[in-house]
């Protein structure tokens, strides 16, 4: 038996078929054998060269390999013109390394079927849901015009620090378990298992709560006398996300292309409304800036409304780290991914600040509405900037878009959540069925077990959803903030090992900008904000009015003991979590640090061939750069 069938791998040399009866290479006993060959020469210097193009979803590697002296030739493999001797070396053993190269198994079956427009509108607005358009008014009411825009551009500069973090070794590393991935390749194995097991837990309870928004949402266009059991349009959305999942990950793109057209759209159209409305242009009345300077604002609550602020804003901005998730599948990640996170930029300062300057200025951080206290379209901030200028059927329209922007976020939620299921099974850290898929590429017991979990969002409804939706997102909120933490540290442990091993960076093919000094501001703004959260967990505990209070006593201690639990719940319970389940695996495997000279940089790496260079490297007019630009 070979190295690879005992690790669970194979030769990642080109090859789409593992029984492949016309080519096989094991670089282990360094073994090639082929039925189609050219020899060249004759006598003892006859030498066979062996060539052959693997196809695999447009994913081509061009290999040949010479018999005399024994090499496997790529046309990728590193070309140096340096004079020094250290460097020499490091690149014969790079050749090794490149000639060694293996599929990580958790890249097995797996479809590269996403294009760059799909890349690049799932990185935009691919998890823009409601925690934009729904509780965006929360978090003004919470902390003032002035906090909450300060809240969302502290975490969008903690977050584009942490997508650059993730384009660099998403780049090279094109894995479906993504950056839980690569705490077993650079640290521990231990980190990989919580991190992985965590954030399948994140998306686990995600999916409920937003399909518990569903139903609230949906009993907006019901009269009140309604009997329409309200459990049917969660059921028929799993239904749907069932089926769009199975049919691949190209279906999954394409929808979610078209999706995020509608909600920038309806982002762009409310940006323009807003600023007439602030003007005075419709609606007859100028705003201004009068919302920033009444009583309280711009910062209502101090810091105190600011930090409590940021768990919600967490909420918001949270998948945008599945630009990771989906470079596994991306036709050509050298060029998809860089690209893909470059325009976090964009969705921070178009979608997030200006959206939320807009409606701080509009509306007044006392008005009761922007608490949104039934997650109603009615009562969305959104749509009450719409009815301000006069557009009487913009509550209709927010309901529809929001519920569109609902159902896909629920999409992406799905296809993260298989896909790390999936990466869980093929590191074996969950059961191997977990990593079956289709021929399509689809892991499909992972996605029966996501809809299992999908499922208890039915049970919900008769909690109540509003409760269960606010619950579940200090819970989601926190874990979000755990794992973009998690993410800087293994970049900056990845760095350590790649130059340990002799590499220089430029040979990385994305180099992410602001390193290191933007990683130390941006983990120190995460630190700020997970202390914070911690504290305010604790502070102000309820206590009990006593015997003999008043009935009103009574409910607003219930009511200030189910808020203190929560907070409590949400900050504490992923950081108690993922150390049991750290120091259980770290017991139990007896797993330890692994040295940087050991890390494994090479595995799964993403080979490009020449027709995806001439593809990066491809240059545009400048009228379709502007367009491309502004689109």
């Known amino acids: 038996m070979s190295r690879y069938e005992e690790e669970g791998r194979r030769p990642y040399n080109g090859y789409d078929d593992y029984n492949d009866p016309y080519h096989s290479h094991d670089p282990y006993s360094d073994q090639f054998s082929t039925h189609g060959s050219t020899s060249h020469g004759s006598g003892s210097n006859t030498s066979t060269t062996v060539g052959a193009i693997h196809h695999h979803n447009n994913f081509n590697i061009r290999t040949s390999y010479n018999s005399q002296n024994n090499t496997l030739d790529l046309p990728t493999s590193p070309t140096y013109k340096t004079q020094d001797e250290s460097h020499e070396m490091y690149a014969v053993h790079r050749q090794h390394q490149v000639r060694n190269r293996v599929l990580a198994a958790e890249q097995e079956g797996l479809k590269r079927d996403l294009r760059l427009r799909h890349m690049i509108m799932i990185a935009i607005s691919g998890t823009i849901g409601t925690g934009l358009f729904l509780t965006s008014g929360i978090t003004i009411a919470t902390a003032g015009p002035g906090g909450a825009l300060l809240a969302y551009a502290v975490i969008g500069f903690w977050l584009v620090f942490v997508c650059q973090a993730i384009g660099e070794i998403a780049t090279l590393l094109p894995l479906p378990g993504a950056f839980n991935a690569w705490g077993g390749r650079v ?7 919580q991190m992985s097991w965590m954030y399948f837990v994140n998306w686990a309870l995600t ?11 949906v009993s907006f266009w019901l009269p009140d006398d309604s009997k329409f059991p309200v459990w049917v349009v969660p059921l028929l959305i799993i239904v749907a996300m069932v089926a769009i999942n199975l049919a691949g990950v190209k279906v999954y793109g394409e929808l979610e292309y078209w999706f995020s057209i509608l909600k920038i759209l309806t982002i762009i159209l409310f940006i323009v409304c807003g600023i007439l409305v602030d003007a ?17 604002a711009p910062f209502n609550g101090g810091y105190l409304g600011f930090f409590t602020a940021l768990v919600s804003v967490g909420y918001a901005y949270g998948g945008t780290e599945m630009i990771a998730v989906t470079a596994a599948e991306s036709r050509n990640p050298h060029k998809h991914v860089p690209r893909a996170v470059n325009t976090v930029l964009i969705r921070i300062s178009v979608f997030y600040l200006i959206s939320v300057f807009l409606l701080g200025s509009i509306l007044s951080y006392n008005d009761p509405l922007l608490l949104n206290t039934d997650k109603s379209a009615a009562t969305a901030p959104f749509t009450i900037v719409f009815l301000k200028a006069g557009i009487h059927a913009a509550a209709n329209y927010m309901n529809a878009v929001i519920f569109t922007s609902v159902f896909s976020a629920i999409n992406s939620d799905f296809y993260i959540a298989t896909r790390t299921l999936l990466s869980l099974a093929r590191n074996g850290w969950a059961h191997p069925a977990l990593g079956w898929t289709n021929k399509r590429g689809v892991p499909y017991v ?3 077990i996501v809809t299992a979990c999908s499922s208890l969002s039915l049970l919900t409804i008769f909690i109540g959803s509003g409760a269960v939706f606010i619950w579940l997102v200090s819970i989601i909120g926190s874990i979000i903030f755990q794992s973009w933490m998690l993410i800087l540290l293994l970049h900056f442990r990845f760095r350590y090992c790649w130059k340990s091993q002799g590499r220089a960076v430029k040979e990385l093919p994305y180099v992410s900008w602001g390193y290191p000094y933007g990683n130390i501001l941006a983990t120190g703004v995460g630190l700020v904000c997970i202390i914070s959260m911690f504290y305010l967990s604790i502070r102000n505990p309820p206590k009990y ?11 607003a201690y219930r009511q200030a003991r189910d ?3 929560q907070t409590i719940l949400g900050a504490w319970f992923p950081w108690v979590m993922s150390a049991i389940l750290f120091f259980s695996y770290k017991f139990v495997k007896k797993t330890k640090m692994i040295n940087a000279e050991d890390a494994d940089l090479d595995t799964g790496c993403f080979i490009p061939s020449e027709e995806d260079k001439k593809d990066i490297e491809a240059k545009s007019p400048f009228w379709k750069k502007a367009v491309k630009a502004i689109i």
């Open 187 to 193: 640290f521990d194995e231990a980190m990989s298992f």
């Open 207 to 217: 999916i409920p709560a937003e399909l518990s928004a569903s139903a609230v949402i």
């Open 280 to 296: 005075g242009v419709l609606g007859g009345v100028k705003y201004g800036l009068t919302a920033w300077t009444i009583p309280g």
């Open 446 to 448: 992972a996605l029966g």
């Open 545 to 555: 009015p006593g015997q003999g209070a008043s009935e009103g006593d009574l409910a």
């Open 563 to 565: 808020h203190y639990a």
